[in-house]
Each structure stands twice: as structure tokens, then as C-alpha cells.
């Protein structure tokens, strides 16, 4: 199968999927019981509301936020404007949904690109280095080193840092977390990059191992290639299953370790708006921050399917 058909069957695949999440998550927003809603009648009937005025409240309630129409239509609405990117304004805040995204994944994106590329390129190295040269001390330390990345999570890392550099570089008055570089850019690079570091140093490995006793490596070493040219040939052998697993690990990343990092350094990027918008019940938000996270994932696997075929003329699905 050539790379236009397998990429024309992804891509059919992958609209379909977008589909299929974006509906199952707006019957979940609107079948879930409406926490504000019941705030608001709640600290109404103790004030002394009667029955009239609450159904009044309820009314008004659903009417600001477009609930007071059928499903169908509500639902017709939501799949023509989510994926056309017209978000409309928050419930909440007023503001228009799409600046709201963008500026989280801007803000998020800011210590995901640095420590992705440090993690790529430090766990590359390393994990080839332990596949050429197995055994020796640099392919002991960094096993060890990528075994205790993978097994200590990022939120005890992160009270490391708050216990260590805590009072002169993170707090600010009251206890509050200061808004400077160290918290914003260094210790979520560092952090998120540790836990990506450890993953890649352990795949590169892997995958490199299976080329390290191959034919054509041993006849590059007879030719007398260079370590370089060696791991030069092995690497590009290893490629298409590592950047498989490094898409997977990145998008883990994205949707565990972001939230992590934001909650305790209080960053206010996407992770951080998911976890308002979905305790506020922002209904716009959490549509846009879904389509955001299905469209990651859909044009991640196109891209991946795309460089697997181009890398590998075998891959035939």
C-alpha cells in the first residue's frame, strides 16, 4: 500500500474518531448534574427564595447559556462551530474562548518545546551510547538514571524543589508562588523533561539493540566506519519504532505531567484551564480544550503514520 492510500485510510479514520469524542463528550456535559445550577438554587431557597423565584433563577440560568433549547439543536450547533473553531465566549469569564486556548497553549508550550527538545536530544544520545558500548559505566549510570526518572513522579519532584529552593526563589509574600523564570520556565523544564529524558534513554536503547548485531553494522565497523557513522546507521534503523513511542510519550505528557507541573508552580496554561473550565462546567471551554486534545492526537498519528512511511518503504497499515 503506497503512503497516499494509507494516509487517505487514516485520515477518513481520523475524522471519525473526532466525531465520535466530541459527541460523547457533549452528552456527558449535558446528562452530568450542574453543580453551579445547584449552587445557585441552593443559596437561593436558604435565602428564602420561594418555589416561583427559583424556577425563575433556573430559567435565566439556562437561557444565558443557550441550555434552554432542545438537545438536537444544542448538538447540531456544538458540531458545526467546535470544529470550524468559532468557541464563542466563556459562561464564566465573558472572554472569547479561542484567546482563552491560545493563551494557555502558549503559556503551556512555553516549557513543553524546550524540555521535549533537551529530552530528545540528551535521551537519544544517552540511549545510544548504552546500546554501542553495553556494559560499561556510562551504560550502567544511565540505566539507573532512566530507571529512577520513569519511577519517581513528577509531583514529588516537584516538592523537592519547592523544599529546596523554596525560599529564595519560588515563594513570593503570603506563601504565594512568585512569577518568575525559575517557576515558569527552569523547574517545569527540568521536571518535564526528566520523566521524557527517562522514556527515550529506554526506547532508544531498545529499539538500537536490535541493530547494534546486524549485518550491515558489522560491515560498516570492518570498513572502519566511525562510532559516529556507526550510530549514525543504527539510529536510522531505530527511527520509525522511537518516534512511534516518542509521540505516545509527549502526548502523555501533555495530558498528565502538564497539569501536575501547572498545579504547583501555578502556571496558568492549559493544563490549568482544563481543571477550571471543567469545576466552573464552562461548557464552551471544555469543547474547545477537547477538540484541541482530539486534534493533537489525530494530526500526531497522520504525522506519524507519514514518517513511518517514509522511513520504513515496509510499513504497509
Known amino acids: 500500500m503506497n503512503t497516499t492510500r494509507l494516509l487517505a485510510r487514516r485520515l477518513l479514520f481520523s475524522v471519525v474518531v473526532v466525531w465520535l469524542v466530541l459527541s460523547s463528550t457533549f452528552l456527558l ?13 441552593g443559596a437561593a431557597a436558604y435565602g428564602g427564595a420561594d418555589e416561583a423565584e427559583l424556577e425563575a433563577i433556573e430559567e435565566r440560568y439556562l437561557e444565558q447559556r443557550g441550555q434552554d433549547r432542545p438537545i438536537s439543536a444544542r448538538y447540531a450547533e456544538w458540531m ?21 486556548v491560545a493563551d494557555g497553549l502558549w503559556r503551556t508550550a512555553q516549557y513543553v518545546v524546550p524540555a521535549t527538545v533537551l529530552a530528545v536530544l540528551s535521551g537519544i544520545a544517552l540511549g545510544l551510547y548504552g546500546a554501542l558500548t553495553p556494559g560499561s559505566r556510562g551504560d550502567r549510570l544511565g540505566r539507573l538514571g532512566a530507571y529512577v526518572a520513569l519511577a519517581v513522579p513528577n509531583f514529588f519532584l516537584g516538592f523537592l524543589v519547592l523544599l529546596t ?8 509574600e503570603y506563601g504565594t508562588i512568585a512569577d518568575n523564570v525559575w517557576t515558569k520556565h527552569v523547574f517545569p523544564v527540568v521536571l518535564l ?29 570492518a570498513k572502519g566506519g566511525s562510532d559516529r557513522r556507526v550510530a549514525r546507521h543504527v539510529l536510522k534503523n531505530a527511527a520509525p519504532p522511537l518516534f512511534a513511542l516518542l509521540f505516545a510519550e509527549l502526548l502523555a505528557a501533555l495530558l498528565v505531567a502538564v497539569f501536575v507541573i501547572e498545579s504547583v508552580f501555578g502556571i496558568d496554561g492549559f493544563g490549568s484551564l482544563v481543571l477550571t473550565s ?16 482530539v486534534l493533537v492526537g489525530v494530526v500526531g498519528n497522520l504525522l506519524q503514520d507519514f514518517v513511518s512511511a517514509t522511513l520504513d518503504p515496509r510499513t504497509e497499515s
Open 29 to 41: 456535559v449535558v446528562v452530568a448534574p450542574d453543580s453551579q445550577l445547584g449552587g445557585l438554587l
Open 80 to 100: 458545526t462551530t467546535i470544529p470550524t473553531f468559532q468557541w464563542g465566549e466563556s459562561f464564566v469569564t465573558g472572554e472569547p474562548v479561542r484567546e482563552m
Open 193 to 221: 523533561s526528566t520523566t521524557l529524558t527517562g522514556a527515550m534513554v529506554s526506547y532508544t536503547r531498545a529499539s538500537a539493540n536490535e541493530h547494534v548485531d546486524t549485518a550491515f553494522v558489522k560491515l560498516v565497523r
Open 278 to 293: 471543567v469545576y466552573d462546567r464552562d461548557v464552551p471551554v471544555l469543547l474547545a480544550i477537547t477538540y484541541v486534545v
Open 165 to 172: 529552593f523554596g525560599d529564595f526563589t519560588l515563594y513570593a
